[in-house]
């Protein structure tokens, strides 16, 4: 079935350093990739998203492309900040179905 | 700016109490969500709506039930209240263009504690 992986965190940089959070899918159809991130006590928000192949996503800095070759869609942002540190979710929807596919989340942690 | 909102951000309830969970939304979307969230499990689909008076289990129905008699509202029930329903639990709200979801729009989380 289609699926979502993403890496495990946490994830603990700090101030500055550059960031990737990987994130790879399954799918049957064509989807949609979406970044989302959760500040604590809060929902999920919208970070960026990608809806065909070769589409670049990008939203504060952050960026990931829709790589169809490698089923990826890995979040980057060059120069994180402490306010960056939240859980980070990986999505996918496909054509044909109304559910969103997460994967478990990444937790980042930035350090001043 | 669009927006989803849940009736309450935290809740107590007692054992056996019957809960209700409010969601409004207002940009006329379609499909509708409940989720739940539980440290190392994720997000996990309890039910979904894609149009009024429709329904849809999701992954982990038991327990709960839910209510879409208006377009911008979907209500989520906790029939018979249990401690292993203490979560947060998260709306979310999408458009269905063709065939195709755009992005999902989740409210503010509603953190719920059965004792």
């Known amino acids: 079935g289609d699926s979502v992986t993403q890496m495990e965190g946490p994830v603990t940089l700090s101030e500055e350093a550059f960031l990737t959070i990987n994130c790879t899918y399954t799918?049957?159809?064509?989807?949609?990739l979406f970044w989302y991130v959760q500040y604590p006590g809060e929902g999920l928000q919208l970070l960026l998203k990608?809806?065909?192949?070769?589409d670049k996503g990008s939203n504060k800095g952050f960026e990931a492309t829709y790589r169809k070759e490698t089923t990826s869609f890995h979040l980057e942002k060059g120069s994180v900040q402490v306010s960056d540190s939240a859980v980070y979710f990986c999505?996918?929807?496909?054509?044909?179905?109304?559910?969103?596919?997460f994967g478990t989340g990444t937790r980042l942690k930035v350090l001043a | 700016d669009v927006k989803v909102t849940q009736s309450s951000r935290y809740l107590v309830k007692r054992t056996g109490e019957k809960v209700f969970l409010e969601c409004v939304q207002d940009m006329d979307h379609e499909n509708m969500f409940w989720y739940r969230q539980d440290p190392g499990l994720g997000l996990r689909l309890i039910y979904f709506?894609?149009?009024?008076?429709?329904?849809e289990k999701g992954d982990i129905p038991e327990g709960y039930s839910v209510s879409r008699e208006k377009k911008e509202r979907f209500s989520l029930i906790l029939e018979s209240a249990s401690t292993n329903q203490t979560s947060m639990y998260l709306c979310?709200?999408?458009?269905?263009?063709?065939?195709?979801?755009?992005?999902?729009?989740f409210g503010q989380g509603t953190r719920l504690t059965v004792v």
């Open positions: 799918a049957t159809g064509y989807p949609s």
């Open positions: 990608a809806t065909k192949a070769d």
């Open positions: 709506s894609y149009d009024v008076k429709m329904k």
């Open positions: 979310a709200s999408s458009h269905h263009r063709g065939l195709m979801n755009t992005e999902a729009f």
């Open positions: 999505a996918q929807t496909t054509s044909g179905t109304y559910k969103y596919i």
